[in-house]
């Protein structure tokens, strides 16, 4: 049975109607859109383990998925702990010298100084910042049930996080090709291909990015070490205000490694994309979408210039990416020329 078709203007009413509901629901739910992006992003990355751990052994893919995400639970849990703990060790180990530093600190503070004939007692106002720090200290305990709800929220959205990435790297594979169903057969080919060219970009991407993390990671742990020996060692006479502000020192001097160097030359070095693109879209990102908004910056960079260079093939019909077939079929020829003569 055909219903009746509709008119122009129910048309057009009906997709501003889903459009504007789009809008709503976008808004209304980006903490839940921001949750499945980066569990999205993560089973992506773990998708390449996927991949790698079944090419080397016959393993289906529902079974690797599990194994991969077994082990990635167990790093998830087993990591932390081992890092929670050597900071606690050393924590304590630096405690007796820190509270001993501190009460040398506040007594300096303490002493009253002289200032163009006038005697000033500091000793009032650390009373007083004493006081605020207790009724502070008050006020949080007091609010035990409220800290007590958002603990439980960080709860859930982990576990929704968590549960989903396990289904992103079971079906998320099948994304790609239901929507190349869904194309006209014309164009299925050249889509396939830009397909394929996005995948390229965000796999290097986000590889290079997990590379760039554990490096600046290994950078601030000898930092750190480095700072704490110069102290512990006798080498820097000690003070809380001079440890704090190497700390600052070396977590923004691995910062601009990272994002003036590091990043811009390796990343835009593996998308062929200028280092100041790179550097202009990661202080941007940073001043706008905080740290997913880094991870996410080079890889849509990257895409777009794959969008815009198709559609200036298609506007200029131009072959689409002609070095590709270049290289193809200088591949071609090669095997062509190696192959014996057929008699």
């Known amino acids: 049975m055909k219903g009746s078709s509709w008119s122009s203007t129910t048309r057009n009413l009906v997709i501003i109607l889903l459009i504007g509901a789009a809008i709503f629901l976008a808004v209304f739910l980006a903490p839940v859109i921001e949750a499945m992006l980066a569990a999205a992003l993560i089973a992506y990355l773990l998708d390449a383990v996927v991949i790698g751990l079944r090419r080397r052994t016959s393993m289906e893919r529902k079974r690797a998925v599990q194994v991969v995400y077994f082990l990635f639970l167990v790093l998830l849990i087993t990591v932390p702990t081992l890092l929670g703990t050597f900071a606690v060790d050393q924590l304590t180990s630096f405690s007796t010298d820190l509270s001993d530093a501190l009460a040398a ?79 006209p057969p014309a164009y299925r080919e050249e889509m396939g291909l ?58 923004t001097g691995v910062q601009q490694v990272d994002n003036l160097w590091l990043r811009p030359r390796w990343m835009g070095k593996s998308l062929a994309i200028h280092p100041g693109i790179i550097f202009v879209g990661l202080m941007g990102a940073l001043a706008l979408g905080g ?20 559609i200036a093939a298609k506007l200029l019909d131009r072959p689409l990416w002609p070095e590709d077939q270049i290289a193809e079929k200088v591949s071609e020829d090669a095997t062509e020329d190696a192959a014996p003569p057929t008699a």
């Open 194 to 251: 830009v397909f394929d060219k996005l995948n390229t970009v965000w796999r290097v991407s986000l590889r290079v990015q997990v590379v760039i993390f554990f490096i600046l990671a290994l950078l601030m742990i000898a930092g750190t070490a480095l700072i704490l020996w110069l102290f512990q060692s006798g080498l820097i006479g000690f003070s809380p205000i001079l440890l704090i502000v190497l700390l600052v020192l070396l977590y």
């Open 105 to 183: 600190l506040q007594n300096r503070i303490a002493q009253p100084f002289t200032i163009l004939g006038m005697r000033i007692n500091p000793q009032g106002a650390i009373d007083q910042i004493g006081q605020l720090g207790g009724e502070t200290v008050s006020l949080l305990t007091g609010s035990s049930f409220s800290i007590l709800a958002d603990v439980t929220s960080s709860v859930y959205w982990g576990l929704m996080i968590l549960i989903s990435i396990y289904y992103f790297m079971v079906d998320g594979q099948r994304i790609a090709p239901w929507i190349l169903e869904r194309m």
């Open 291 to 310: 740290l997913l908004g880094i991870i996410l910056v080079v890889p849509v960079i990257g895409s777009v210039k794959v969008i815009g260079e198709y």
